[in-house]
């Protein structure tokens, strides 16, 4: 295969360059099949680096011609060459931004292109035997088309980056999703993989880390394949409109899950969009609970909190607190419930369940003023949710400072339960379980803030007076706030930190000083009526 070397030689437009690619296909078209198969193969095998997309381009035209005068094993040999070139492409990265594409620099763009053109005689092969025959029996072939599409969709569209681009006419990797979901619809597997959890068809291994791979590829594939057609609609036109909006979701949730659980930036957002879609598609308030007892639907929001709170994307922290709040907003009043308990149990951040509180006032407030009466919302129901929401995680000890988002959320939730809801009905159940909720809530909180105020105070006073001990105000030591070590800081930043805490129990202690005094007149007024 000197031959394939000697065509690098030679710049694009030299006419040797020609005359090498003349007699390669001459080549293709005189030789043994089944030997020159084997050496274009190994070309490409033995091919890296930049020159890996040059090569595949290169071959592709000579290696289709030698398959299709195969005879025997022509679909093991043609897997074997779509898993060959799949190979050597996969390590190659994705060019994402829209200069990389423009620029394609190793060629990945063009080469996908082409190796889709590469498949299409042997796409046209299986569609003519089905049409023959409805109980078209000659699977291998089909089998290798359908392990090269779902190779396709984990890479590179499960990497690339499918927004349309201004200034791109045709986007080289929406072409090529378009043509592979032309070819997974061709050989009659489109919708079966739409509603498959997992292709029933994957291979048997020995080896159970061989199975896990396997599956693990499968899933990543079909959570692409999933975001393709209901975010960016490739091939929505063949999908049935018969299906639900629920049903819909339901299908998806396991891909959604999949793609939450990724850390990079384009499989992370290719979740959020497949989430957000499926969720806008449906009414307010028309996700039944049952739907809660699904795994993938209690899992879901818990890995959107562990995105709203630990991704370092901000753009994609906004994102998922929003879908977070359309999710809660499909479901009927008890899955809201189920989903609240759910999260203040699970979330293990103050700021999420400060807003999951802050969700539990606003359904009060619906359920108080509306006609219809809604019984997860108030009475027996709302007393035990509030067990969860009326309490110091650690009694008084509880870090306040690190729990202010939540302390701030069920104290305004309190006074909103005090105000609203007049002793005498009692539509809430909140006078009822008064003396639990000042024994598990107002009392620790009150000691709590005495014990951290004087903690800060003290801070302060030996900040000060080391700061007069010392040779400069510029001195950096440390200090420790909510259980960290906060990073070198001068003495007069720690000071203004300290306040800064200092302030937020004074707010934290003016709240719950309203809510006593608020809570103190409605009885007063009771006892005063009933006198």
């Not at 094993?73 to 070139?85: D, F, P, R």
């Not at 997974?184 to 079966?192: G, V």
């Amino acid at each position: 295969m000197r031959k394939i070397r000697c065509i690098f030689m030679y710049k694009q437009e030299d006419d040797k360059r020609e005359h090498c690619l003349k007699i390669l296909d001459q080549l293709a078209q005189l030789c043994n099949p089944k030997e020159l198969f084997l050496g274009l193969l190994e070309q490409i095998e033995q091919t890296s680096g930049e020159q890996v997309c040059q090569t595949v381009m290169l071959l592709l035209q000579p290696l289709q011609t030698v398959l299709l005068k195969l005879q025997n094993k022509k679909a093991y040999s043609v897997g074997l060459s779509l898993a060959m070139i799949m190979n050597q492409l996969t390590p190659l990265p994705v060019p994402y931004t829209k200069q990389q594409i423009q620029e394609d620099k190793l060629g990945l763009c063009q080469c996908c292109k082409a190796v889709v053109d590469f498949a299409k005689p042997f796409v046209n092969e299986v569609v003519k035997n089905m049409e023959k025959s409805s109980e078209y029996n000659d699977m291998e072939l089909k089998e290798e088309l359908l392990k090269f599409c779902m190779r396709s969709l984990k890479y590179p569209l499960l990497t690339a980056q499918l927004e349309q681009l201004e200034g791109i006419e045709e986007h080289p990797f929406r072409h090529f999703a378009t043509e592979i979901i032309d070819i997974l619809w061709d050989i009659r597997e489109l919708m079966p993989l739409v509603f498959l959890h997992r292709k029933d068809k994957s291979p048997h291994w020995e080896k159970e880390e061989f199975a896990d791979i396997e599956r693990k590829n499968s899933a990543d594939s079909l959570a692409c394949l999933s975001y393709l057609m209901f975010v960016q609609h490739f091939g929505i036109d063949c999908f049935p409109m018969v299906f639900s909006p629920s049903y819909i979701l339901q299908c998806n949730m396991t891909r959604i899950e999949v793609l939450l659980k990724r850390t990079e930036e384009s499989m992370l957002s290719k979740g959020l969009d497949l989430f957000e879609s499926c969720l806008l598609r449906m009414e307010d308030n028309s996700l039944l609970h049952q739907y809660l007892e699904f795994r993938d639907f209690i899992n879901v929001p818990q890995d959107l909190v562990k995105v709203m709170t630990l991704c370092p994307i901000e753009h994609l922290r906004k994102k998922s607190l929003n879908i977070l709040q359309l999710f809660i907003d499909k479901f009927d009043a008890e899955g809201k419930y189920t989903l609240f308990r759910c999260l203040l149990k699970t979330s293990n951040h103050a700021g999420v369940e400060g807003y999951i509180i802050k969700n539990i006032k606003d359904q009060i407030h619906l359920s108080l003023t509306k006609a219809c009466d809604n019984i997860w919302f108030t009475g027996h129901h709302l007393i035990s949710l509030l067990d969860l929401v009326l309490l110091l995680p650690e009694g008084a000890e509880t870090d306040l400072l690190q729990n202010s988002d939540r302390i701030m959320a069920s104290l305004n939730l309190l006074r909103y339960l005090v105000i609203k809801d007049c002793e005498s009905d009692n539509q809430t159940g909140v006078w009822t379980t008064l003396a639990k909720i000042e024994q598990n809530f107002l009392k620790p909180l009150h000691v709590g803030l005495n014990m951290s105020k004087a903690h800060y105070e003290a801070e302060i006073k030996n900040k000060k007076e080391n700061r007069r001990e010392a040779h400069s105000s510029n001195t950096v030591c440390s200090v420790t706030v909510s259980g960290e070590k906060m990073p070198a800081m001068t003495t007069e930043m720690q000071l203004q930190v300290l306040h800064s805490a200092l302030f937020t129990f004074d707010l934290i202690e003016s709240v719950l000083a309203r809510v006593e005094e608020l809570i103190e007149v409605k009885i007063k007024a009771v006892m005063d009526g009933s006198s």
